[in-house]
Structure formats: C-alpha cells, structure tokens
C-alpha cells in the first residue's frame, strides 16, 4: 500500500483497504513506541501545525508524533500568522509548502482545508473541520478493534447532534468499514440527506447498515458501541446551548442508555466531554444549566466501559500512521 503524497482531508477519499492499512500501521507504531522501538527516521522533515480552533488532544497528538519521528514543527495558533487575514489561503499554502513536507489544518469549513491542499504541493491533513474528523476516526476505529478485535458487524450508536463533523465522520468511516450506524437523535440533528445517500453507497460494498431513528429504546439496542459529542460546538454561538439542551437531553448517554447495549458495549467521545463542573466553562455552565443535563452522565464517563483515555491516547498513533504514510514510510 502507497499512500505517499496524498493528502488526509477525509475519510471519503480513501478505500477501506487503505483505511484498514493506516488502522494497521497505527497498531504497528504503538506497539513499537510501548516497546521503546524508535519510529525516527524522519529527520530533517518539518511540519507545520495550523490551529484556528483550539486543540489539546489534536495539537499534542501531532507535535509529540513529529517529535517522535525525528521532525521538526511549527504551531501556527489563531492568532499570529497572517492566513486568512492579510494573506490568502492560496498564498499561505504555496509559502508553507515551499518550507514545510506537510501541513496540519484545524479550522472552519471543509472548503478551506481543500484550497489549502489543492495549492500546498505537500500532504494536507485535516485536523478538524465543521464536516470532518478523520484523524479522530483512525483513533476511534483502532480503540474499538482494541477492544472487539474486529470492526465489520459491530452496531455503533452516536447520540447528539449528528450533522456536524463527528456525526458525519463516523457514518462514513462506519459505512466504510462495514459497521453497523445508528444516529439515534432528533430529526432535526439527522446526518445531511447527500451525505447519507453517499454513505448507502459505501454500505452496499461493505455490508454495514445505516439507521437514523428518534427512538432512543430501539436505537441504543444491543449496540456495542455508544458514542457522543458535545451538544455545542466549536464556533458554534453560546445562545444556542438553551434550545440545544432542550431538544437533545432525551438523547445523552446515562447508565440506562448503556444497560440497553450489550454488556460488552464501550462507550467513546472524541472529547473534550462535559460530565462534571470541575472546568472553568463547566462551572459557568453549571450556573446556567444542570450539569445532568449535558451529553454524557458523570457515572458512564468514569465507568469501566468508557474507554475514552485510550482513544484519546491513540489520537497520538494513529496521527503518526497518517504522517508516516503520507510522507512515505521509511524502514
Ligand atoms: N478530540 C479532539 O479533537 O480534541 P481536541 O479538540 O483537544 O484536539
Ligand atoms: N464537535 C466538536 C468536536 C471536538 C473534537 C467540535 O467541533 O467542537
């Protein structure tokens, strides 16, 4: 499998082969990085990190995989360069691809992750945008065959808003990969009708299924994974939380959401979560709302189903595998 000079913008682009090989080589690199085996022939490589939203787990992922491989980073934050403002996307990408061998992008709309790939001449990698996650899919799906040691037939549930970026990414890298996905939420919050269609497509090739249901009984039955998001995301405007929790609190994930699943069944969130009022932002939400009432229950997130601490560490892996591949994997 040769993935070098490809971009990763989203999961769409790439065949499930080629999803099951990255998902591989993430296996691959752990295992070398907990046995102390150095994955560092890549000096002299430079990658430059742009982050127009905030990040913990995806900045970190990418600076501590460069560092690992041996290449240097530069953190472009939202403030502080000139892109988008004085300078376009085109000309940011044609200056950073003339310095760097690839770019990490988190920001705003797909479309801007694209004109900066189209015109960089170096890999392109999505960091997160309003429509896609795909870093976060290789983390998801590597946890969830950590834990089931398979992928195809597994029933996995994401309750939320299913129209923004980890709803849609996980349709697609389930439809792709031949899971079984349920959006079990309110019509309004449905994945986007095109997107569905496309993801049937890939369905038919790999067997999985796609459900959208309101019926939170039916839709979390016997699922082996449960998976939410914050209600409100970044960019998002602060007023919306009042109609979001409204309308979603029938659909956060609590004991009885998981009792439902199968007694095997994790539970996953791409994070950052709100469970507890131990933040800042969680305190002042706690004024205005009942912590209760927010996406997930304190007593599933730290229970022994919740696996979040691993798929958040396998950000770091599987963002490696993508570097790797994209760059081209050395031996
Ligand atoms: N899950 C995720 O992308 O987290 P960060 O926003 O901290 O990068
Ligand atoms: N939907 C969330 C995901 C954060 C990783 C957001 O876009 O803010």
Known sequence: MNLKGRNFLTLKDFTPEEITY???????????KKNGVPVDNYKGKNVALIFEKDSTRTRCAFEVA?????MGTT???????QMGKKESIEDTARVLGR??????????????????????????????????????????????????GTLKGLKLVYMGDARYNMGNSLMVACSKLGLDFVACTTEEYFPNADLVAQCQEYAKES???????????????????IYTDVWVSMGE??????????????????KEVMANAKDSAIFLHCLPAFHDLKTKIGK?????FNIEDMEVTDEVFESEQSKVFDEAENRMHTIKAVMMATLGVQE
Not at 75 to 81: F, I, K, V
Not at 243 to 253: A, T
Request: glycine letters at 10%; hydrophobic letters at 35%.
């Open 75 to 81: 953190y472009l934050g939202p403030t502080g360069s």
């Open 99 to 148: 310095m760097f061998d690839g770019i990490e992008y988190r920001g705003f709309g797909q479309e801007i992750v694209e004109e900066l790939a189209k015109y960089a001449g170096v890999p392109v990698w999505n960091g997160l945008t309003n429509e896609y996650h795909p870093t976060q899919m290789l983390a998801d799906m590597l946890t969830i065959r950590e834990n089931f």
């Open 66 to 70: 460069a560092h690992d491989m041996g």
């Open 237 to 254: 405007p602060d007023e919306v939380w009042e109609k979001r929790i409204k309308e979603l609190s029938p659909y956060k994930v609590t």
């Open 207 to 225: 067997g999985a299924t796609i459900t959208l249901t309101s019926d939170v009984k039916e839709g979390t039955k016997d699922a082996d994974v």
């Open 284 to 288: 002042e939400m706690g004024e205005r």
């Open 22 to 32: 990255l998902i591989d080589l993430s296996a691959e690199v752990k295992e070398k």
